[in-house]
């Protein structure tokens, strides 16, 4: 038996036009399932008996199992879930004004060791599935109904471009107009800088976003905050950035985690502004969302002088303030704590 949610619609198409049954019957599957959120073949009442005995018999319908939920005073809710294999995976809505934001994850674990990140501290497991992907946004659509989730982020546990088809077979599945059909400016992958994806990524034009973690403005600190800095250095990285912003605007965002003593002062700005210079890209300011392997965040007011100081350079940003402090919110907390907790 197969998990059908690991098809895309061309895929699912393919494999049922292979038994002799006609094109439609595939868009037909893809609106129960993603569009009407139906998961027993039974019910799929348009499609002939003898596919959906097909269906049946050769398919099934995965679903995540929520270990846990909590809700910050903020408003941002964290969700546990359980995987077959009895790992464990987050994901983390952030609702502000209009919008519900979900990050989701992409790999149990990572493999890349950003030393201020927890969901890099124990290696990378293993991938997560289309199926597990589009599952949480799934499994979190229905938790929070009626509300609506209006923005996917990839930044929950792991790289995303490190699981590249997966995440594109995600990607497929969640624009898909039979289904899910959901906007794709409002859908943006996050990554610490791989660059041959990145250019991969470019290539394919999806028109989804991109947002590359920075953290520092020079190879030193930034090597030195995250490994992957090594292999590929900050200028290559902005040639990256810059081929995929190329005629997209606003296509491209910077991270950019505000770490006391380490890259948040007025000198470290100018450096920022300086990398940036004359490029069309926007910047996220965010003060590290608490204290972990000895890093802390500065103080309010060095994290305004900071962005002040890059808005008086001429470089778009904002500076956000961490979500969900009061319940592990960052990435990959509630999972170590869990896991922890159960070893
Ligand atoms: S910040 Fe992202 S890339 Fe770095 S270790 Fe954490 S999950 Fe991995």
Redesign the pocket.
Known sequence: MKDIKNYTLEELTEALKDKGFPKFSGQQTFNWLYKKKVEAFTQMSDISRECREFLKKNFYVSGLKLLKKEVSCDGTEKFLFGLDDKNTIESVLIPKKNRNTLCIST?VG?????A??????DGLIRNLLASEVVGQYLGVSKLITPRKITNIVF?????PL?NFSNILKTIEILIESKGIYFTKKRICI???GLIPQINKLSDLNLGVMLSV?LHAANDETRSRL?P?NKKYSLKDLMKAARDFSRGRRHAVTFEYALIEGLNSSLRDAAELAKLLRGMPFKVNLIPLNCSFAGFSPPKPEEANAFKDELIRRHIFCTLRQPRGQDIDAA??QLRAKHKHKND
């Open positions: 790999q990572c493999k890349f060791k950003c201020f990140c927890a969901s890099g501290r930044m929950g546990i792991g790289e490190d996050s990554t610490c973690s995250m992957i990435c990959g």
